[in-house]
């Protein structure tokens, strides 16, 4: 069966940097899209990054230059390296796998930024 698990959130000063891992099983991963998006307290989930099985990226402005997305097909996962955290950043961070026309979400991971 499928699964979709998310790893590596946690609390950070801001200007500081997280990593975010996302593993799939039971998904033909090689060939999906992939992308993060993220959900702040009492906000509506909002599309984050985008990368492509061709390797195209995509972001939201408010992002670019300090988050990167990327994957390693041959473990089936797939990152999110943020940096430079901002205080607007925080929130539950989901990972979304789109293979064959099926969407499956991660649990999400909260990311906390504070001194």
């Known amino acids: 069966q499928v699964q979709v698990v998310e790893s590596g959130g946690g609390l950070v000063q801001p200007g500081g940097s997280l990593r975010l891992s996302c593993a799939a099983s039971g998904i033909d991963f090689s060939i999906a899209s992939v992308g993060w998006h993220r959900q702040a307290a009492g906000g509506e989930r909002e599309w984050v990054a985008g990368?492509?099985?061709?390797?195209?990226?995509v972001y939201r402005d408010s992002v670019k230059g300090r988050f990167t997305i990327s994957r390693d097909n041959a473990k089936n996962t797939m990152y999110l390296q943020m940096s430079s955290l901002k205080p607007e950043d925080p929130a539950v961070y989901y990972c979304?796998?789109?293979?064959?026309?099926?969407?499956?979400w991660g649990q999400g991971a909260q990311v906390t930024v504070s001194s």
């Open positions: 990368l492509t099985d061709t390797g195209t990226t």
């Open positions: 979304l796998i789109i293979a064959r026309g099926d969407r499956h």
